[in-house]
């Protein structure tokens, strides 16, 4: 069973940075596409960004296009997304999932079987 734990939220102030860590334990991670989602109060869970199993492909939302960054380190069975200038709009819960196939890098939340537990961020002054 792979287990998923996010790490890395916090409060930040506009324009900020903050880098969120997945680490995974019970399986390897390199069989998985990665995807990090967030939900914010009274809003549905949205897809932020997914990496491919190998890392070779990487998808963004439109809104955090050219601020955050995901990446992945197999060895370390860990994926990050650093997340810069960051915005009050970005205050949310941020998890990370793990799936399979084509629809996870389309953000299709059916498609990820295992899911963190999530990290709080807030972006505020």
């Known amino acids: 069973q792979l287990q998923l734990v996010e790490s890395g939220g916090g409060l930040v102030q506009p324009g900020g940075s903050l880098r969120l860590s997945c680490a995974a334990s019970?399986?390897?991670?390199?069989?998985?596409?990665i995807g990090w989602f967030r939900q914010a109060p009274g809003k549905e869970r949205e897809g932020v960004s997914c990496i491919s199993s190998s890392g070779g492909s990487t998808n963004y939302a439109d809104s955090v296009k050219g601020r955050f960054t995901i990446s992945r380190d197999n060895a370390k069975n860990t994926v990050y997304l650093q997340m810069d200038s960051l915005k009050p709009e970005d205050t949310a819960v941020y998890y990370c999932?793990?799936?399979?196939?084509?629809?996870?890098?389309?953000?299709?939340?059916?498609?990820?079987?295992?899911w963190g537990q999530g990290t709080q961020v807030t972006v505020s002054s």
């Open positions: 019970g399986y390897a991670l390199d069989y998985f596409a």
């Open positions: 999932a793990a799936g399979v196939g084509i629809a996870t890098m389309h953000f299709v939340i059916g498609s990820y079987k295992y």
